[in-house]
């Protein structure tokens, strides 16, 4: 019996003792005042359980969320929540007049029983982290995705086709650029490779790939050279390839692969590889202009212009 139980119990017995000899003399006898054991008795129903002690908790708070606010996390949560996240529903709000922190509304969403309260999240693994690169270009990462066939649609189908995404990501920024080719191929890694020099506001230093024949023809051949190693060499670019096996040394790219997965291809059907890079475009829009709570609730455009800024500041 904890605590609360005994305290209940203990006022029955004042209760008891009050209707048998009066108020006043239980009051005595237990070292209570009058006024609590009138309070008891006028609650007392002939259970202990109604004698239990009530929640203390306040009714309302001066900084509570308005119903006006309550409304528009509601209806942030249920347009955004499925495909965006508690990232995508904040916003949301925000863009309809939402002022308060992130974890405000997160409280207030689960006070509103909007989702279930997250299960207690196991320990952390050792932490894997490496540090930050502090120079945009310093180290871009590339890696090729394959577009889900369940995505494809029309003659792509008909015809048993395959689309790539090709991914690069600056390292420090986190700026991507993206574009689909219909063949998993080194000359499309050297296409994509110029289109990226072009594109990226910066030079780039170093590029890291993984080991796959789009990038490197080390394991498979030692007198030919794969495309992409010859175009790096020509554009005076180092070429970094992670252990093999070793994905989470790429992680970035991997990562971003990821989120294409649950922001992008979990919704979009393509017909045709222009089908595809133009909606790609639009979600590379939205990725490089979305805030990152890795990069202090930045986006990565914003800090590829922070971090230019700075450098043409120190020259």
């Given at each position: 019996m904890n605590i609360l139980s005994q305290e209940a119990r203990k006022r029955q017995a004042v209760v008891k003792l009050a209707r048998r000899k009066g108020k006043s003399f239980a009051a005595r006898m237990y070292g209570v005042s009058l006024s609590s054991v009138k309070r008891w008795d006028k609650r007392y129903d002939g259970t202990w359980q109604s004698l239990r002690e009530r929640s203390h908790r306040p009714h309302g708070h001066p900084r509570q969320h308005t119903e006006t606010e309550e409304m528009l996390i509601s209806k942030a949560?249920?347009?955004k929540f499925k495909r965006y996240g508690w990232d995508g529903v904040y916003e949301e709000a925000r863009r309809n007049g939402y002022t308060r922190s992130l974890s405000g509304l997160i409280y207030a969403a689960k006070r509103l029983e909007l989702v279930?309260?997250?299960?207690?999240?196991?320990?952390k693994r050792i932490s894997r982290r490496y540090p930050e690169l502090l120079v945009p270009g310093e180290k871009?990462?590339?890696d090729v995705k394959e577009v889900p066939f369940c995505c494809l649609r029309g003659d792509l189908v008909r015809d048993n086709k395959h689309l790539y995404q090709w991914t690069a990501?600056?390292?420090c920024t986190r700026y991507r650029f993206?574009?689909?080719?219909?063949e998993h191929t080194p000359e499309n890694s050297v296409k994509f490779l110029r289109m990226l020099v072009k594109v990226f506001p910066f030079k780039i230093q170093t590029i890291q790939t993984d080991n796959?024949?789009?990038?490197?023809?080390?394991?498979i051949s030692e007198a030919e050279e794969c495309p992409f190693d010859t175009e790096l060499q020509k554009l005076k670019i180092e070429h970094k390839l992670i252990p093999p096996r070793t994905p989470w040394h790429n992680g970035k790219v991997e990562r971003s692969h990821r989120n294409d997965q649950r922001y992008f291809y979990d919704w979009e059907v393509f017909r045709s590889v222009e089908?595809?890079?133009r909606k790609l475009a639009q979600h590379l829009i939205w990725s490089?202009?979305?805030?990152m709570r890795t990069l202090k609730n930045k986006s990565p455009k914003e800090l590829l212009i922070e971090k230019l800024r700075d450098q043409r500041t120190q020259q």
């Open positions: 949560f249920w347009s279930e309260k997250a299960r207690k999240k196991a320990g871009v990462q590339i990501i600056d390292e993206v574009y689909g080719f219909e796959g024949t789009e990038f490197t023809y080390k394991y089908d595809l890079n490089n202009n979305k805030p």
